[in-house]
């Protein structure tokens, strides 16, 4: 996933295709467990008993609740999934990292 915003918008095309600005996620999350968020820009979409929670400083708090979707923001270390019964899987749109440049122009 691409850390930095700025990336031209290719129109016409579906998520997960090459040039596309979003990019179609997903990850499980067992059974009364939790898992950090890496570090990105996520757009959450609602799943049940999924929710996320942020660190204040002390302890963890729920900031968004199951099945709720959101806009997400995260440093990679602050902010976890937390599946509350089952296994679940986060569902998400997330800024596509592109194609990798070519060598062309290497020296």
Do not use: R
Request: proline share 2%; no cysteine; net charge negative.
């Amino acid at each position: 996933m691409a850390l930095a915003l700025n990336k031209i918008i290719v129109s016409g095309l579906n998520s997960d295709a090459d040039g596309a600005y979003f990019d179609y996620g997903t990850q499980a999350v067992t059974a009364s467990t939790d898992v950090t968020i890496p570090a990105g820009l996520y757009l959450l979409y609602p799943v049940a008993n999924l929710s996320v929670q942020a660190y204040n400083g002390t302890s963890w708090a729920t900031l968004i609740a199951a099945n709720t979707g959101a806009t997400i923001v995260s440093d990679g270390q602050n902010l976890k999934w937390v599946s509350a019964s089952g296994t679940v899987t986060a569902l998400y749109l997330t800024v596509n990292g592109g194609q990798a440049a070519s060598g062309t122009y290497n020296s």
